[in-house]
């Protein structure tokens, strides 16, 4: 299925950043956590996507941002037809947004010690799995 595209806006909805409860030398976890929506005329996706890093039980920092993705006719119509928004789409989506937050956290954590952590590559085979269902109206 091909779903025609452009990034139509996006936000950063939250961000945090504590750089004195961070130890240098220590492991730096990160989570993830990606989801969904589409607008009812289908024109619009909204990938909204967070990231927190933590070592031990210090939270370090935290972001989420939103990407929303016009949809045109032409993909509006595949979408429709298959009343679902392909996995494939979905992680292609999430992609865009993980690059726009790893760029908005290097930005903002510029001259503190946050800076020289990146975040790391994500397995979005992993963390898509499933399909978006689009629910259609009744009749």
């Known amino acids: 299925m091909n779903?025609?595209?452009?990034?139509?806006?996006i936000k950063t909805v939250q961000f945090a950043?504590?750089?004195?409860?961070?130890?240098?030398g220590e492991d730096v976890s990160v989570n993830a956590n990606f989801n969904f929506n589409i607008s009812n005329d289908?024109?619009?996706?909204r990938c909204?996507?967070?990231?927190?890093?933590?070592?031990?039980?210090?939270?370090?920092?935290?972001i989420e941002i939103q990407c929303f993705f016009g949809i045109s006719p032409e993909g509006i119509e595949e979408l429709s037809k298959e009343e679902r928004v392909p996995v494939e789409f979905?992680?292609?989506?999430?992609?865009?947004?993980?690059?726009?937050?790893?760029?908005?956290?290097?930005?903002?954590?510029?001259?503190?010690?946050?800076?020289?952590?990146?975040l790391p590559p994500i397995n979005l085979?992993?963390?898509?799995?499933?399909?978006l269902t689009i629910k259609t109206k009744c009749d």
């Open 3 to 9: 779903i025609p595209y452009r990034i139509n806006q």
């Open 17 to 24: 950043i504590f750089p004195d409860k961070y130890v240098n």
């Open 42 to 45: 289908l024109t619009t996706i």
């Open 48 to 62: 909204i996507s967070s990231f927190t890093y933590s070592q031990k039980e210090n939270l370090l920092l935290t």
């Open 90 to 118: 979905l992680r292609y989506m999430a992609t865009i947004a993980t690059g726009t937050a790893r760029g908005i956290i290097h930005a903002k954590t510029e001259n503190t010690v946050l800076n020289s952590i990146i």
């Open 125 to 131: 085979v992993e963390a898509i799995k499933n399909d």
